[in-house]
């Protein structure tokens, strides 16, 4: 009997395995979050609703209606997370095609999507006058502006009188750097180290709502140019988030 160690091949499904387009992995695992991650969630709702008419139908209870309050919002927030991770993924997948853009015509498009939304409110918008050349994916930078000019306006909305910067540096490499500010709530820098990590959140929901997807969002979007982001604040004393593409 031969008792030494095998030095047969792998079997053919491991190979295959092996051989596998990591891309095909990432789009099996956003589909399993869409479609099967979902059922449960679905469920969650249904059977909630189903208790709560039992409950009306035996005259109700307080205690068990705040539970079913409770778990309503605790499923309505996983859907929503499912969401931004869905969200992220689509960010991830899909392709980088980058040609020469106009960031003064993409900028001032963005800003009058968020000017019409707050309409009402006083916000000074600075923006830079003229704009360096500049290549990237024009969808992918348009919902970068979006998601940078959606926090400021967010978070300067407790401002009587809101101020929003968007502009550009040269850095001392050389690079094209881009910047949003904004004199808004701010956050502590010592507890942001995860400042761009899906779900992190630097204000209670109470205080301002969102998932903390936009900035993931964000890097995600910087990180595929090849750039790199970062962001400065302190409390009560704004944000400046900054970003090259290059």
Not at 8 to 26: I, K
Not at 90 to 116: K, S
Not at 119 to 146: K, N
Not at 218 to 226: L, T
């Amino acid at each position: 009997m031969n008792t030494s160690p095998s030095t047969a091949s792998p079997p053919v499904f491991t190979e295959r395995r092996d051989r596998r387009n990591p891309r095909a992995d990432l789009d099996d695992l956003f589909r399993a979050i869409s479609h099967d991650l979902r059922a449960p969630v679905r469920h969650l709702s249904a059977f909630g609703l189903m208790l709560r008419e039992r409950l009306g139908e035996l005259g109700g209870d307080g205690e068990a209606l705040s539970c079913l309050d409770a778990m309503d919002d605790a499923t309505q927030n996983l859907g929503r997370m499912i969401d931004g991770v869905l969200e992220l993924s689509r960010i991830a997948r899909a392709p980088l095609l980058r040609q020469p853009l106009d960031m003064g015509t993409v900028v001032e498009e963005v800003r009058q999507e968020f000017a019409t939304q707050a309409a009402g409110r006083q916000i000074e918008w600075r923006i830079a006058a003229d704009w360096p050349p500049c290549d990237g994916d024009a969808a992918l930078v348009r919902q970068l502006f979006q998601r940078l000019l959606s926090n400021a306006v967010k978070f300067t909305r407790r401002q009587a009188e809101a101020v929003i910067s968007i502009g550009w540096d040269t850095t001392a490499e050389g690079r094209t750097e881009f910047f949003v500010q904004d004199n808004g709530a701010g956050f502590n820098p010592a507890g942001a180290s995860g400042l761009f990590g899906i779900f992190e959140r630097l204000h209670p929901q109470s205080e301002f709502e969102g998932l903390g997807v936009g900035l993931a969002g964000a890097r995600q979007i910087v990180e595929r140019h090849g750039g790199r982001i970062s962001a400065d604040a302190a409390p009560h004393a704004g944000c400046t988030v900054r970003f090259t593409l290059c």
